[in-house]
T-cell receptor, first 115, second 113 residues
Framework: NAGVTQTPKFQVLKTGQSMTLQCAQDMNHEYMSWYRQDPGMGLRLIHYSVGAGITDQGEVPNGYNVSRSTTEDFPLRLLSAAPSQTSVYFC??????????????FGEGSRLTVL | GENVEQHPSTLSVQEGDSAVIKCTYSDSASNYFPWYKQELGKGPQLIIDIRSNVGEKKDQRIAVTLNKTAKHFSLHITETQPEDSAVYFCAATFEGSARQLTFGSGTQLTVLP
């Protein structure tokens, strides 16, 4: 199984450009999420989804949009990139289950640099 | 919301020694506490978790302890090996909260040969 696949792995943007980070999972997980990882700040939740057609904001949603049209895909859109969005982005998915909590499966990350 | 503090930010140990990483959380409603390991260039992976109905959980060389009264939990790695070198993250959440995990800031563990 591929698990969680993120593309691209590396991207350089100029301020004001837009782009989409792609995330796909083949585990039929209901839950998908996007985190950003910055030095000394751990992993911060940007947006998440508990199923197709349902999305919600996390801790740091400003400047990012998401949609969930299928169970498998959860793209993250930057509409107008800013240097503050330079970061490593991780997509993660999980099975919700009876407790609503369990193991998160992460992709390998997408390193974004905004000049 | 939940706030998780993690210490230390870096930790170096000799191979074979033990390593301890500590986390505190702020929301007394939190009842699920996982630990993730991130190897260089990879995404984090779950290594162990604990729920609030137990005080300690072990899995081979890894153990986690939880003190709900003090709102802190710790990761213990015994007989460390070079492959234990990685960044470790603690996290906390209330089960059923759509998995809005709050992560600590991470600990870079280096095991020296």
């Amino acid at each position: 199984n591929a698990g969680v696949t993120q593309t691209p792995k590396f991207q350089v943007l100029k301020t004001g450009q837009s782009m989409t980070l792609q995330c796909a999972q083949d585990m039929n997980h209901e839950y998908m999420s996007w985190y950003r990882q910055d030095p000394g700040m751990g992993l911060r939740l940007i947006h998440y989804s508990v199923g197709a057609g349902i999305t919600d904001q996390g801790e740091v949603p400003n400047g990012y949009n998401v949609s969930r049209s299928t169970t498998e895909d959860f793209p993250l859109r930057l509409l107008s990139a800013a240097p503050s969005q330079t970061s490593v982005y991780f997509c993660a998915s999980s099975y919700l289950g009876a407790t609503g909590t369990g193991e998160l499966f992460f992709g390998e990350g997408s390193r974004l640099t905004v000049l | 919301g939940e706030n998780v503090e993690q210490h230390p930010s870096t930790l170096s140990v000799q191979e074979g020694d033990s390593a301890v990483i500590k986390c505190t959380y702020s929301d007394s409603a939190s009842n699920y506490f996982p630990w993730y390991k991130q190897e260089l260039g990879k995404g984090p992976q779950l290594i162990i978790d604990i729920r609030s109905n137990v005080g300690e959980k072990k899995d081979q060389r890894i153990a986690v302890t939880l003190n709900k009264t003090a709102k802190h939990f710790s990761l213990h790695i015994t007989e460390t090996q070079p492959e234990d070198s990685a960044v470790y993250f603690c996290a906390a959440t209330f089960e059923g909260s759509a998995r809005q995990l709050t992560f600590g800031s991470g600990t870079q563990l280096t095991v020296l040969p």
